[in-house]
């Protein structure tokens, strides 16, 4: 997810790649069972429908991933085939890239 800021004429001044948050972020494996699928809206974002209501309902648990561990968004199948080839590749020499566990400075 990205960000932009802009001046008081409304013009691009900056492009920021996933901003610092206070918030968890939604992305990973989802695991339901069977069931799941009658919850799914027949139109529309099951993101805006589905899962606040069953976290409405406590019936929706999620699991934060370790400082520094692998994860990316994938969005088109060039995302995928990207993904694919850093896993197959593995940790990186000196501790760079996917797999680096280094903390992130934000700010």
């Not at 802009?6 to 339901?32: C, K, M, Q, R, W």
């Not at 699928?37 to 069953?54: K, M, N, Q, S, V």
């Amino acid at each position: 997810m990205g960000a932009v800021e802009t001046n008081e004429f409304g013009h691009v001044l900056d492009f920021i790649e996933s901003p610092p948050s206070p918030y968890l972020i939604n992305a990973g494996v989802y695991v339901f069972s069977a069931a799941f699928t009658a919850l799914l809206p027949d139109r529309g974002d099951h993101e805006r429908t589905t899962f606040p209501r069953l976290a409405r309902e406590r019936r929706l648990a999620g699991f934060p991933l370790p400082q520094g561990a692998y994860w990316r968004a994938i969005d088109t199948a060039k995302d995928l085939t990207e993904a694919a080839k850093e896993l197959a590749a593995g940790p990186p020499p000196h501790g760079h890239g996917p797999f680096d566990t280094t903390p992130v400075p934000h700010g």
